[in-house]
Structures are given as C-alpha cells and as structure tokens.
C-alpha cells in the first residue's frame, strides 16, 4: 500500500504560480509512478501529468510547458510546479500511485493509491 499526502495547493491570481507537492510512503518510492489528476465538482477527473518510476513524463496539452514535474527519492515527493496559471486550472488537485511503468499516456486506471486533493484556485 502507499500512502499519499497532496500539499502546496491555495490561491493565486491569473498568470501567477504555484508548487504542489506529493509525499508517498508505505512502499519503496523509487519504484512508484506518480500521477497528478484535476476535479471540478460536477465534471469528470481530468488527467495533468504523470511521471513513471522508469522517468518517462506525461502532460496534458493544457498544461504542457506552464506545469513540470519533479521527483526527489530521497525525499520520496513528485513536485508539480504550475507556472502561468489559468482560472481553467481552478480545480481539486490529486495526486495518485501506481507501480507499472507507464509506456503510454496514463489514466487514473493506472492508479490504486490516491490522496485526499488540495485545492488550487486562480482568479482572474
């Protein structure tokens, strides 16, 4: 089983930043893929980015070059710096575990282990 604790999540206005964190525990963290997922209440989950535990990374074109991810193992944290924040960015951020490598884009099926969300709110 892991684990994981979602934090840095708040308030920003339009064209600002932030940086969210996923701490992981319970399994070795080296061997872990890390995905970020987006929710607005009423709509579906919605994938951000995915780092596999072999390194490759996934975005979404939404987000592609505004958001990058990180991994630090010693620290066993995936990052996620979101630069040039939109109010479409406005959402519950999760992250997710999972232990396949991810060849190709994930879903949140890739997924067993998820965290309880931080909020990210931009305003315009």
């Known amino acids: 089983q892991v684990q994981l604790v979602e934090s840095g999540g708040g308030l920003v206005q339009a064209g600002g930043s932030l940086r969210l964190s996923c701490a992981a525990s319970g399994r070795t963290f080296s061997r872990i893929s890390i995905g970020w997922f987006r929710q607005v209440p009423g709509m579906e989950r919605e994938f951000v980015a995915a780092?596999?535990?072999?390194?490759?990374?996934y975005y979404e074109d939404s987000v592609k070059g505004r958001f990058t991810l990180s991994r630090d193992n010693a620290k066993n944290t995936v990052d996620l710096q979101m630069n040039s924040l939109k109010p479409e960015d406005t959402a519950v951020y999760y992250c997710?575990?999972?232990?396949?490598?991810?060849?190709?884009?994930?879903?949140?099926?890739?997924?067993?282990?998820w965290g309880q969300g931080t909020q990210v709110t931009v305003s315009s």
């Open positions: 997710a575990a999972g232990s396949t490598a991810l060849l190709s884009k994930p879903s949140s099926r890739d997924f067993g282990s």
């Open positions: 780092i596999s535990w072999i390194g490759l990374t």
